[in-house]
C-alpha cells in the first residue's frame, strides 16, 4: 500500500511537469515487492539497520558444501534478555559477509539460531521459553532451502522470499470468514457446529495436493445422484484425521452441515457460470459451477494444487 | 481536474491489480481519484471531483474534508508551532503538513462512509498532490476481511509497516 501509493504520488507530480507521453506506473510489480519487502525488513531490523532484506538474500543464495541453506536467525537489538547466548563469536561478523554468515548458518538447529541485530551476527542463542518472565516475540528470519526464507513474528509467517521476490504466506481461509460465510449459506447451523465445520475446512487447507470439500444440505441426495462419478461410503461423521485420508484422492468430499460424510472422490457438475475464471484451475471451476448450479445449499473450501484456496460461494 | 486523468485512473487500477493479485486474489483494490478545488469553497459546485464520475461516492460525501483537516490541525501539538529558518523552507513544511491532514481527514471520511454503508472496504489514501488548481488524492481501498486477516506487527507507528500488503 505504501509503495504503490508512493509510486502514484510519483507518476502524479511527473504528470504536471513532464510531457504526457511518458509511460507512467510502469515499474515492475515484482520488483515494487521488493521494495515492500525491503521496507519492511527495515522496520524489523534493530535501529533501523539498512541491508537485512539483502542480506538475507545474499546468504540464501549460497550453497554450503553442495547443501543448501537451511537454519534459522533470530534478529533482536544485542544482549536482549530474551536470548540465552549459547555461543559468542569474539569478531561478530557482518552481515554483508554472506559467505561467513552462510557458513556459520550450519550450526544453528534446533531452537538455536544465528543472533543478529540486522548489520552483524553475534554467535549462536536460543530464546527463552514463552512462560519465562523475559519472554518477549522476537523476528526470526529462517532459510527454509535454496534462495528461499521467511520472516516471521511470534509464530506468524509475515513474509514468504523465494528468489527475491516476496510473497504473502499461503492464504489461508480464515476463520471468521469461514464462519460468516457458513452462517448466511446455513441459516439455523449452531456455533459448535461451525466451529466443528472449521476444523474439517482448515485440515483441508492443509492438503499439499489440492482437494475440494463440499457441505450441503443435500449431502446424501447429492451423492446418490453422483453414485457413477464417485464412491459413497456408509455415511460417518468426518473427522479431520479421516479427512487428511481421503483428501489424498482426487475429487470431492461431500459432507452435511453435521459433518456427516456421504462420498469421497466425487466428480463434481454443474452449468457454466459467468463468475468462472479460465486463469484458474479446473478445481477452483468445477467447484465454483458446482456451488452455483446446486439445488441445496452448498458451500465448498477449494484447495488447489498451486497453492490457492478459496472458499465459495465467496 | 486535467485531461489524462481517466487514463491515469485506469493505469493505477491495472497497477493495484498486478501487485495485489501477486500478494493475495482476495484484497480486491480498487483506486479511484479525488480533487479537492483550491480555490472554491466547500459547498461549491465542482469544489470535490470524483474519477471515475460512476464511483458509488457522490462529491457531497467529501464536503467536509477540509473542514475535518482545519480540525486536526488545531490539534497538531508541538509540531505546530515549529518555525524554519527559511521562509521557503517554512512554507513547504506548512503546506506538506497541510497535506498530510487533507490526506488523515479523506482516510477518516472514507472509512465512516464505509461504516456506514456497511462496505467491506479498507481505504487508503496518499499525501494529496497539488495539480492545475486541485489537490489530487489517490485513494486505494482493500478488502477489511482479507486485510485484517494477515497478521500484523505490533507497535506500529505512522509511516511504517505493519506486514506485507501494507508495505506494498
Known amino acids: 500500500m505504501i509503495e504503490f501509493l508512493h509510486d502514484c504520488n510519483r507518476a502524479l507530480r511527473e504528470a504536471d511537469t513532464v510531457d504526457n507521453d511518458q509511460p507512467v506506473l510502469d515499474r515492475d510489480y515484482n520488483e515494487l515487492l521488493r521494495s515492500a519487502g525491503r521496507r519492511l525488513m527495515l522496520r524489523v531490523a534493530p535501529a533501523g539497520t539498512h541491508g537485512l532484506y539483502d542480506a538475507c538474500n545474499g546468504v540464501a543464495a549460497l550453497r554450503h558444501e553442495g547443501d543448501e541453506g537451511v537454519g534459522t536467525m533470530l534478529v533482536s537489538r544485542r544482549l536482549h534478555p530474551a536470548i540465552v547466548p549459547v555461543l559468542t563469536l569474539e569478531t561478530p561478523v557482518p552481515m554483508r559477509d554472506h559467505r561467513s554468515i552462510r557458513k556459520l548458518l550450519e550450526l544453528s538447529e534446533g531452537h538455536t539460531a544465528l543472533i543478529s541485530d540486522a548489520s552483524h551476527v553475534f554467535g549462536l542463542g536460543q530464546l527463552v521459553a514463552e512462560s519465562d518472565g523475559q519472554y518477549e516475540p522476537l523476528v526470526t528470519v529462517h532459510f527454509t532451502n535454496h534462495y528461499s526464507w521467511e520472516m516471521s513474528h511470534a509464530g506468524h509467517v509475515l513474509m514468504r522470499v523465494v528468489s527475491n521476490t516476496p510473497r504473502l504466506p499461503q492464504g489461508q481461509v480464515a476463520a471468521d470468514n469461514f464462519a460468516r460465510t457458513a452462517r448466511i449459506v446455513f441459516p439455523s447451523l449452531s456455533l459448535d457446529s461451525i466451529d466443528y465445520l472449521w476444523d474439517l475446512a482448515h485440515k483441508a487447507t492443509t492438503q499439499p495436493t489440492g482437494t475440494i470439500l463440499v457441505i450441503s444440505t443435500g449431502a446424501a441426495k447429492e451423492a446418490q445422484r453422483l453414485t457413477r462419478q464417485c464412491f459413497r461410503v456408509v455415511p460417518r461423521i468426518m473427522t479431520p484425521s479421516v479427512l487428511r485420508l481421503v483428501t489424498n484422492i482426487d475429487g470431492a468430499v461431500l459432507i452435511e452441515p453435521s459433518g456427516m460424510c456421504h462420498a469421497i472422490g466425487a466428480i463434481l457438475d454443474g452449468l457454466a457460470t459467468e463468475k468462472g475464471d479460465s486463469s484458474r484451475g479446473s478445481r477452483y471451476n468445477s467447484a465454483l459451477r458446482y456451488v452455483n448450479s446446486s439445488k441445496y445449499p452448498a458451500l465448498a473450501v477449494v484447495v488447489s494444487e498451486d497453492g490457492w484456496i478459496d472458499l465459495l460461494p465467496s | ?168
Open chain 2, 1 to 168: 481536474m486535467w485531461e489524462h486523468q481517466s487514463l491515469f485512473r485506469v493505469s493505477a487500477q491495472l497497477f493495484a491489480e498486478g501487485i495485489f493479485n501477486l500478494l493475495d486474489r482476495s484484497l480486491r483494490p480498487e483506486v479511484f481519484l479525488l480533487g479537492f478545488a483550491s480555490s472554491k469553497e466547500a459547498d461549491e459546485p465542482g469544489a470535490v471531483i470524483i474519477e471515475p464520475s460512476t464511483m458509488r461516492y457522490s462529491p457531497l460525501d467529501f464536503k467536509d474534508v477540509k473542514g475535518i483537516a482545519a480540525t486536526l490541525e488545531t490539534d497538531t501539538g508541538p509540531q505546530g508551532i515549529v518555525y524554519h529558518l527559511h521562509p521557503n523552507d517554512h512554507d513547504r513544511t506548512a503546506k506538506h503538513h497541510w497535506y498530510e491532514l487533507v490526506c488523515r481527514a479523506t482516510e477518516t471520511t472514507l472509512q465512516d462512509l464505509a461504516t456506514s454503508r456497511n462496505e467491506n472496504r479498507r481505504s487508503f489514501c496518499a499525501v494529496p498532490v497539488s495539480l492545475q488548481g486541485y489537490l489530487v488524492t489517490v485513494v486505494l481501498q482493500l478488502s477489511t476481511d482479507c486485510y485484517d486477516g494477515y497478521y500484523t506487527l505490533p507497535k506500529s507507528t505512522a509511516g511504517r509497516p505493519v506486514n506485507l500488503p501494507h508495505a506494498a
